[in-house]
């Protein structure tokens, strides 16, 4: 019998030809024997991905054909080899000449089809240069960008290295707290994290890092240097810098700490509090925290409301988000999510006290504002807690979950869909402004004008967007442009929102296009 071999370095291959394709001969790979553990492995990084894309994808789907996707994957790396399927037969060709052939397993057997994936990749190894030249982890990467690719443009693989940085901008990471760049072979500190390891040692931007632990940087990439900059916390790294205007270059000895990227960056203007969102990782909804209770302690009765800033915030952690909206609600639903698995059904509910005390608060939103930002500016609409200003939203309303494999990459695989508390599912369509900016480059007091001018008509489109089906596409599209999605980086959408908070009259009637979208429902 001929057994698949799995070698140290990558996919080396014999491989069991279990049955015959139909009128065309198959080659056998000479017979190997297996050595090591590694097929093992291999077998448990692509059951372990199978089985949770079967169990808790959004919609239910035939495993057997997102494994078939997955095989033929392989033609990424090698274009003359094809993997099809007959019946109870999958076969593997090279350049149209059938190779192997084998049973296919059940369309539920996670294990199966990842054993068959092992083999019929080791059987591609024995006839494809390309495919052995490739190593394991381009294949698992060419299998799982094959099975994802077809389900959703959110769903994907990374390998051991991309979901190391993936969890690094989760989670935090171990460093000194510096931003870098290299450009033309120099590498330099592009920011300083404030109250970071790097900021305490004195660190400044512009700096040159020419040396890291006494390896010269010249030529180093900023992702290699990033990597040296890293390591066990409290452990130690030594840097050489060159400094504009220091004689003699400087050497810094830092202990590495749990650096999390500063996510929330605050202004403050005639009492109202700017708290500018750019992404929402684990210390985000904390940060907003900090930043509302010291902007009472130093203003006081001098505080006249909130801005919160999320243009261009792509998006990142639900829970955090969900933390965000409970700083500014003492109860009631946040958000819900529904999916296929019984624990994507979650409902989320405030219970906090609001940390902006009933202050007006406005929310500012464009195109690129999506998934988690989206749920903020979702909840706070629907509640009747904030002004939405800007253009429609991105409409990113599924919810992934990471699934962690056994060779340390992941799968982020999208399971449920986002509902506002007032029930509508917001992908694909988004969140819409009470206040549209869309095509407008100034004039904040137009806006305002205009807005109210055309409340009757805003209130309806607003009920109109809360009873459109999922599945009635058109008309979601139809909707999303009456406040056409833009990306702004413009003053205007500030403006607008300083205007609201300084006069109470004005922001209660724009906040009552809600209200006035409770009556247009019926």
């Known amino acids: 019998m001929n057994i698949l071999l799995w070698g140290s370095t990558g996919w080396r291959a014999g491989v069991l030809v279990l049955a015959l394709a139909a009128c065309a001969p198959a080659q056998t790979p000479p ?31 035939a495993l057997g054909s997102v494994a078939m996707e997955g095989l033929k994957g392989l033609g990424a790396i090698d274009p003359a080899l094809t993997v099809s399927r007959s019946g109870k037969m999958v076969t593997l060709a090279a350049a149209g000449e059938v190779m192997s052939s084998f049973p296919a397993p059940d369309d539920t057997d996670a294990e199966g089809w990842a054993a068959l994936v092992v083999r019929i990749s080791g059987a591609g190894q024995a006839v494809s ?61 592009s920011a300083v994290m404030p109250k970071t390891p790097a900021a305490r040692a004195g660190l400044r931007s512009g700096d040159r890092i020419t040396h890291i632990n006494g390896h010269a940087t010249a030529g180093m990439s900023a992702r290699k240097a990033a990597d040296k900059l890293r390591g066990a916390r409290n452990s130690r790294v030594k840097l050489t810098i060159a400094r504009s205007g220091a004689a003699e270059p400087l050497r810094f000895k830092i202990k ?23 992404g929402f990782n684990e210390n985000t909804a904390q940060s907003v925290a900090e930043n509302l209770r010291k902007a009472h302690q130093e203003l006081g009765d001098g505080m006249r409301g909130v801005v919160l800033d999320l243009r261009g915030n792509p998006g990142g952690l639900l829970k ?28 989320y509910e405030a219970g906090d006290d609001d940390l902006a005390l009933g202050l007006p608060v406005a929310v500012l939103v464009d195109g690129k504002s999506a998934s988690a930002a989206e749920i903020i500016a979702a909840a706070l609409q629907d509640r009747g807690r904030a002004v939405i200003i800007g253009t429609t939203s991105f409409g990113k309303g599924t919810v992934q979950t990471v699934i962690r494999l056994p060779n340390d990459g992941e799968i982020t695989l999208t399971w449920s869909r986002l509902l506002a508390p007032s029930g509508y ?55 999303r442009a009456s406040c056409p999605a833009e990306r702004r980086k413009t003053l205007l959408e500030l403006d607008v929102a300083r205007r609201l908070l300084g006069d109470r009259a004005l922001y209660g009637r724009a906040l009552g296009l809600m209200e006035d979208t409770a009556e247009a429902k019926h």
């Open 31 to 61: 017979a190997v024997v297996d050595t090591d553990a590694a097929p093992k492995l291999r077998q448990k990084v692509l059951s372990v991905g199978f089985s949770n894309i079967s169990k808790k994808y959004l919609e239910k789907i």
């Open 129 to 189: 240069a390309e495919l052995r030249a490739a190593g394991t982890e381009k294949i698992y990467e060419a299998v799982y960008d094959g099975a994802l690719s077809n389900l959703d443009i959110y769903s994907r693989y990374a390998g051991a290295d991309d979901a190391k940085r993936n969890r690094a901008k989760r989670q935090g990471f171990s460093g000194i707290g510096i931003r870098i760049r290299s450009k033309e072979g120099v590498v330099s500190v």
């Open 256 to 278: 590495r700490a749990h650096i999390v990227e500063q996510t929330v960056f605050a202004s403050r203007k005639d009492g109202m509090v700017t708290l500018r969102v750019s």
């Open 320 to 347: 955090q988000s969900t933390k965000v909206v409970d700083l500014f609600l003492s109860e009631g639903q946040i958000i819900s999510t529904r999916g296929r698995h019984p624990d994507s059904h979650q409902n």
């Open 425 to 479: 599912a917001f992908h694909g369509l988004g969140v819409r402004p009470n206040l549209c900016t869309s095509g407008v480059s100034k004039g904040s007091s137009g806006v305002i004008a205009r807005a109210l001018v055309d409340s009757v008509k805003t209130a309806a489109t607003l009920a109109a967007w809360r009873r459109v089906e999922l599945k009635e596409t058109a008309g979601r599209k139809s909707l």
